[in-house]
């Protein structure tokens, strides 16, 4: 089952809906704006509860 999460772009600020498979627990991995094309790095952690931890870093950003 996919879940789905609002995220804002780093770059143009527009809020849109990401389609996320919970089935693993950590995930990295590029990701078009859908407003402005730009490439949004994607980090996702999620517990053993089932929470997410979203990140979305432009190219400029440092991993926290």
């Known amino acids: ?3 789905t999460e609002k995220i ?3 770059y143009c600020w527009e809020t849109f809906e990401l389609v996320i498979d919970p089935s ?3 995930q ?3 990701e078009d704006c859908f ?4 490439p949004i790095h994607l980090v996702v952690d999620i517990d053993n ?3 997410m931890n979203i990140q979305a ?3 400029d ?3 926290y």
Not at 35 to 38: A, E
């Open 1 to 3: 089952m996919l879940d």
């Open 8 to 10: 804002q772009c780093p």
């Open 24 to 26: 693993e627990p950590h």
């Open 28 to 30: 990295e991995y590029i």
């Open 35 to 38: 407003v402005c094309c730009r």
């Open 49 to 51: 509860t089932g929470g």
């Open 57 to 59: 870093l432009s190219e």
């Open 61 to 63: 950003d440092d991993i």
